[in-house]
Structure formats: C-alpha cells, structure tokens
C-alpha cells in the first residue's frame, strides 16, 4: 500500500508564509501527479495546485502568484510553499497522489493524506 505524510501545516498571520511538504512511501514505481487540496468544514474538497511528473503545474485561480508547488520525483516528494496568506486559505490541505502505479501491478490507484490544518489569523 502507498502512504502519504504531510507536515508543515499551522497557525499564520495574514500576510505570512507556510510550507507543505507530503511524501509517499511504499512500493511506488511511478506517480502521475501529486498535488494539494483544501477543505473547508460544509464544503467540497477543492483543488489548491498540481504537479505532474514532468513539471506542469495547475494551480485554483485564488492562489495564483501566491503558491508554488514543486516535486522531487526520485523522492516521491510534493512541497507547496504557501506566500502572502489570507484568513480565507483557513483550511484542511490534503495531499494527494494520482496514477500511482506499484511495483509489480498494473493499475494505478489514487491516495490521500490524512490532511494537516492551516490556520490564517486576520
């Protein structure tokens, strides 16, 4: 089975800057794309930014210009540096790895982390 383990979430400031970081262990051969989500409590999981094996990037409209996913594929590896923060980014960040492809299978699965909490105080 595939885990993802996030960290790096917290209390911030508007204005301030966190970083997320999430790997993924197992017997993982490749990974299509990794990337972040956000949850507030009453609404959809919406998507924050994504990151293909490659280095294409996607990110939601109200986080352009103010976070920067990255990706170390040799790693397993997904960093989302958090800049200029406001109240409204107060949310869950979920993790997430699609096309995950194990060792030894042939079909690919998606997995979740277990969400890590980011708080921005006005």
């Known amino acids: 089975q595939v885990q993802l383990v996030e960290s790096g979430g917290g209390l911030v400031q508007a204005g301030g800057s966190l970083r997320l970081s999430c790997a993924a262990s197992?017997?993982?051969?490749?990974?299509?794309?990794m990337g972040w989500y956000r949850q507030v409590p009453g609404n959809q999981r919406e998507l924050v930014a994504v990151?293909?094996?490659?280095?294409?990037?996607n990110y939601a409209d109200s986080v352009k210009g103010r976070f920067a996913i990255s990706r170390d594929n040799a790693k397993n590896t997904v960093l989302l540096q958090m800049n200029s923060l406001k109240p409204e980014d107060t949310a869950v960040y979920y993790c997430?790895?699609?096309?995950?492809?194990?060792?030894?299978?042939?079909?690919?699965?998606?997995?979740w982390g277990q969400g890590t909490q980011v708080t921005v105080s006005s």
């Open positions: 990151i293909t094996g490659g280095g294409s990037t």
């Open positions: 997430n790895a699609g096309g995950v492809l194990l060792s030894g299978l042939a079909d690919r699965h998606e997995y």
């Open positions: 197992g017997s993982i051969f490749s990974i299509n794309t």
